[in-house]
């Protein structure tokens, strides 16, 4: 489809289904998580907190998350005009320039929730809202890269979505064990998103995008997929026991050990296994994160 396809101003104005679904709700639940274990994390009473909870969780989910899925697909729309002609934009059910105020929209509104939250929320919005727009568009375009993408997406869903629920019920920075723990987890999530990258290998090839199984192979990205996320929980479990965290501790070490059979099972076909192991080691990997947040949220 060309350009001229999609800058046709603002034709009409699309349907709430329609915007709704070019956030994409289903991407929504892992900052979302990662914002309540950073709530949790924080020790502090969410009775007197429920608003700024609720605030926290609109602001991780449909408009920070949201905001960068659209314009994600603004970005990728000539890609999806031939892999998802369905999509609301190549569709021409979110036509012209309207994806673009949307976004916009989304972006002033998540600023500006961020601002009455408090400044360290307000700062983790700015950088989140910075990533999300920079790993789809120019000049930036981190998604280009097999190892810049993966890692801004797993700082952006776990690290400061987690870092924003800490902030919203405390007030303030994060303390350093919580930081820690944090960006552990962030950093292991760099695994789960270059798994992602599977679904997209043949496609990632063909418009030159650089994704790790394209540069290292399935197999090369599916181990150090693997490694990295398991050595980034391995060090959280030595962080929870030098905090004395024990039940955490056994929890969080559980969950490891499951993972690394489903793990050694995953790389014997990683094409084919990759969106099972999403459904099992991803689901354990953030339940220990809840064990961990649990954990410190006691602690402190």
């Known amino acids: 489809m060309s350009d001229s396809a999609f800058a046709s101003g603002y034709p009409r104005i699309p349907a709430w289904r329609d915007v709704i679904e070019l956030g994409k709700p289903v991407t929504w639940f892992p900052p979302m998580w990662a914002f309540m274990c950073g709530v949790v994390s924080a020790g502090v009473s969410l009775i007197d907190h429920w608003p700024f909870l609720l605030a926290g969780i609109a602001l991780t989910?449909?408009?920070v998350c949201g905001t960068s899925q659209v314009i994600n697909d603004w970005c990728d729309r000539h890609v999806d005009a031939i892999n998802e002609p369905g999509r609301p934009i190549p569709s021409g059910r979110v036509p012209g320039q309207w994806?673009?105020?949307i976004a916009s929209i989304g972006a002033l509104i998540s600023l500006l929730v961020g601002a009455a939250l408090g400044p360290w929320v307000l700062a983790a919005t700015a950088v989140a809202l910075f990533c999300g727009w920079s790993y789809s568009a120019r000049p930036f375009r981190f998604k280009r890269s097999g190892w810049l993408g993966p890692l801004v997406c797993a700082f952006s869903y776990e690290g400061l979505s987690w870092f924003t629920g800490v902030s919203v019920m405390q007030g303030g920075l994060p303390a350093a064990p919580v930081l820690i723990v944090l960006s552990l987890y962030s950093l292991g999530a760099f695994g789960i998103m270059t798994l992602n990258d599977f679904k997209a290998v043949t496609g990632d090839r063909a418009t030159g995008i650089r994704s790790l199984p394209v540069v290292l192979g399935v197999r090369g990205a599916a181990l150090l997929a693997c490694a990295v996320m398991a050595a980034a929980q391995l060090?959280?479990?030595?962080?929870?026991?030098?905090?004395?965290?024990?039940?955490?501790?056994?929890?969080?070490?559980?969950?490891?050990?499951?993972?690394?059979?489903?793990?050694?099972?995953?790389?014997g076909d990683p094409a084919r296994l990759a969106p099972w192991y999403n459904a099992t080691g991803v689901s354990l990997y953030v339940l220990g994160m809840l064990a961990a947040a649990l954990g410190l949220g006691g602690y402190l």
């Open 235 to 267: 060090f959280v479990v030595g962080q929870l026991a030098v905090l004395g965290l024990w039940i955490s501790t056994a929890l969080v070490s559980l969950s490891l050990l499951i993972q690394l059979g489903l793990m050694a099972r995953m790389v």
């Open 99 to 101: 994806p673009i105020a």
């Open 61 to 63: 989910g449909p408009l």
